[in-house]
């Protein structure tokens, strides 16, 4: 969806419900192999500069572990493991 590393991506993007999304990447959150290289952000504040996608204040936002996340980027550093 991303089109490449490092590139952000809605999680809504994904078409799951709220409860499903939450769940998935509360689980990769949580496995330490994945985790290092996934880059989870909340975008609806981005400060001025920041790369990716401007800041989108009307985004929806997802509690992944108690915290809340809009998008969600893979770092190539992944490419390695596989």
Request: aromatic letters at 10%; charged letters at 20%.
């Amino acid at each position: 969806m991303a089109g490449g590393y490092g590139q952000a991506v809605p999680l809504a993007a994904f078409g799951w419900s709220r409860e499903e999304t939450e769940r998935r990447f509360s689980v990769l959150d949580e496995d330490y192999h994945i985790s290092r290289y996934l880059r989870l952000s909340d975008l609806r504040s981005a400060p001025t500069g920041q790369q990716g996608p401007a800041a989108a204040p009307g985004l929806q936002a997802y509690q992944i572990n108690g915290f809340p996340y809009t998008h969600v980027s893979i770092e190539a550093e992944i490419a390695e493991i596989l």
